[in-house]
């Protein structure tokens, strides 16, 4: 026999989405239960996005989320990008009159809003199998999971919230699913590494060898990317070679990119993927698990906090006030963003990026869009507008 419970919602995934989400219900007062299928020790140390938008960082300050973000977090005012041997700044601040964005890890993120979390006394059930959802068309849908030591669970809810990322069980169950893909002939091999950014900034990279990403963790921690075959395997990269390609990729004459000790690293397929709906009765789907971008617009967590900031005000409005019109628009309100976020994400890759025996045309087209964003200051804007956020989040309480 299983444990009986009950909640308003019931949230699958402690990833940004979920986690995020079961805050934001908290503030309204909404009760909810989140059930996760890794340990707290493995959400909080995966390693993914770094880089937010102004307005993720204001939404997070506004709901309590701010305070080791604001003492921890580097705030950015542009970009470099590099091709052909030349570095060159685009200055987000003054071409969109004083937009940033920061670097603060989804890793620290994920641990904030836990710790907010269970401070507050909230379930999140860690180390769960067999996750399960069911009776999504009545107004009872069932969240049912064993929990660590093997006991059955049955949680009764309003609504379930489909935060289980990409590979989750959620997606599959909307019945009639429009799905648009698109997978590049490349991955990316990241890398974290114990040594101080040569750089204030974050470089784009392009090189005839391939992408590469100088990004940041803190002023002693670098992250870095390069473009690698789309099944590379790791034993090819051992930190030697990693560093020498970096080197390479980001040369410029009296530089060079700070080495050190290599803490992490793995390789990250790249994908755009939209599917819509993103609901299926009283089934919501947020974040990866409905979409998911190239990590060269930095969009994917962005978007991943938009949707939830939709779905918590969609359910605020259904569950304490019985109305359902946000609830359902929800999937169009969100495909929306989602669509430009996945425009530029593509534009951003395909414009840096080295296809494996990539006709010279392409390449001529690649680095007379590169002159253009960097010399023209209405190509520039776009490029920043769409960075920094376009259509800044926005939280009404
Ligand atoms: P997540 O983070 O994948 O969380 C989903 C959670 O659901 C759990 N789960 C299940 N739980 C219970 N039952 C099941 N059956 C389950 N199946 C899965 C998973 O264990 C997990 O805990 O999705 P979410 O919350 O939608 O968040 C999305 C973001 O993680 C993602 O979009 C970003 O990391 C993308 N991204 C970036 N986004 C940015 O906005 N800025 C960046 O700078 C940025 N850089 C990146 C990135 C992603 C990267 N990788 C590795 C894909 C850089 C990289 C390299
Ligand atoms: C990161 O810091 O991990 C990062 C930053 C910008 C991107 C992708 C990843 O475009």
Redesign the pocket.
């Known amino acids: 026999m299983a444990v009986t419970s009950r909640t308003q919602v019931g949230i ?9 989400l079961s805050h934001l219900l908290s503030l309204h007062g909404i009760e909810s239960v989140v ?4 340990s707290r020790a ?2 909080e140390a ?8 102004a307005g ?1 960082v204001e939404l997070l300050r506004s709901v309590g989320l701010g305070k080791r973000l604001d003492a921890e977090g580097m705030e950015h005012g542009g970009i470099y990008l590099q091709f052909e041997g030349e570095r060159h700044h685009l200055d987000f601040r003054s071409l969109t009159g004083g937009r940033w964005v920061t670097i603060y890890a ?1 890793t620290e993120i ?1 641990k904030d809003v836990i710790a907010a979390r269970l401070a507050a006394g909230a379930p999140i059930e860690f180390s ?1 199998s067999d ?1 399960a959802v069911s009776q999504l068309t009545s107004d009872r849908p069932v969240l049912s ?1 064993l929990d660590e030591a093997g006991t059955a669970h049955e949680v009764s809810c309003d609504v379930i919230a489909g ?8 997606r599959p169950l909307v019945p009639g699913l429009s799905v648009y893909e698109r997978i590049y002939p490349y991955a ?1 091999l ?1 890398i974290l590494a114990d040594a101080a950014p040569a750089t204030d900034e974050l470089i784009y990279s392009r090189h005839s060898d391939g992408f590469a990403l100088y ?1 940041m963790r803190s002023p002693e921690v670098s992250r870095l ?1 390069l473009q690698v075959g789309p099944d590379e395997p790791l034993d090819q990269w051992p930190d030697e070679r990693v560093w020498a390609e970096l080197q390479k990729r980001f040369g410029i004459d009296g530089w060079s990119v700070g080495e050190g000790t290599i803490t992490d690293k ?1 390789v ?2 790249m994908r755009s993927f939209v599917a819509g709906p993103m609901r299926h009765g009283r089934l919501f789907l ?4 409905a979409h ?2 190239p ?1 060269t ?9 938009s ?1 939830v900031v939709v779905l918590a005000s969609a359910l605020r409005a259904a569950l304490l006030a019985r109305s359902w019109e946000l609830a359902d628009a929800y999937s169009d309100t969100c495909l929306e963003r989602v669509w430009r976020a996945t425009h530029f994400s593509w534009w951003m890759t395909s414009m840096l990026h080295i296809a494996p025996g990539q006709d010279p045309f392409e390449s001529q087209l690649q680095l007379a869009q590169l002159r253009y964003v960097t010399s023209s200051p209405a190509a520039a804007l776009s490029l920043a507008e769409n960075y920094s956020g376009y259509k800044p989040l926005r939280y009404e309480f």
């Open positions: 699958v995934g402690a990833g940004p989405a979920g986690l995020l059930i996760e299928n890794r493995y959400c995966r390693q993914r996005a770094g880089l937010l938008e993720a989804q994920v769960a996750v999971y935060c289980d990322g990409f590979h989750g069980i959620c990316w990241g990004s990317y793995s990250t397929a947020a974040g990866d698990a998911i971008v990590p617009g930095a969009k994917g967590l962005n978007l991943a906090f949707d």
